[in-house]
């Protein structure tokens, strides 16, 4: 299996194929609608905005794991996207990123890049102390640890770097320059 096996759905039923990326620079996060990182969405707009037409398409996958922050429906979070941060990038159907039930994209995804930690700094520090009550193994597996997770995959379909969400987003759209 390559990343470009995989398919994800959207919210109206239909199926989007990651092949249908092949030779672009992809980036897929797992999202959330009430979560104090939910203003990376203005970020990861503007990085679309810069980047779509040079070869970036990013992959919007809601999850609800995550403290119950992303407890409306597809439609609901759609149009919350929309309306606050005029997203244009696809979202796809409200899905789980971990456990028996989570989608084979992000099963994929962590196989290929697991956590390596959430850096330095205030945020950073605060999830090592948040996930150390949820997980007390926390570091030492691949699952996603929290909303806002983003897997960057290189125009060849290889899973080249994997973003926490206390990364700095100017950290993240460098990153992803390098690749365009």
């Keep these: 299996m390559n990343f470009y096996d ?6 109206d039923g239909s199926e989007l ?7 672009k620079v992809v980036l897929v996060v797992n999202t959330a609608t009430g979560c104090g990182f939910t203003p990376h969405y ?7 905005e810069k ?7 990013i992959v919007d996958v809601p999850c609800n794991q995550f403290a119950g922050q992303t407890p409306g429906t597809d439609d609901e979070i759609h149009d919350f996207c929309q309306l606050k941060y005029n997203t244009q990038f696809p979202q796809m159907k409200k899905s789980d990123v971990n456990g028996e039930n989570a ?3 992000f099963k994929y995804l962590k196989s290929q890049k697991g956590f390596e930690g959430f850096g330095k700094g205030p945020k950073a520090m605060a999830m090592s102390v948040m996930l150390k009550k949820i997980d007390k193994d926390y ?5 996603i640890k929290w909303n806002f997770t983003k897997f960057i995959i290189n125009r060849q379909g290889e899973v080249v770097k994997r973003f926490e969400p206390t990364a700095d987003m100017k950290e993240v759209a460098a990153f992803v320059e390098t690749l365009i």
């Design 6 to 11: 995989l398919k994800v759905t959207a919210p």
């Design 17 to 23: 194929s990651m092949s249908d990326f092949e030779g």
């Design 42 to 48: 203005k970020d990861l707009e503007a990085m679309y």
């Design 51 to 57: 980047f779509h037409e040079a070869g970036l398409e």
């Design 103 to 105: 989608i084979e994209l």
């Design 139 to 143: 570091k030492d597996n691949p699952e």
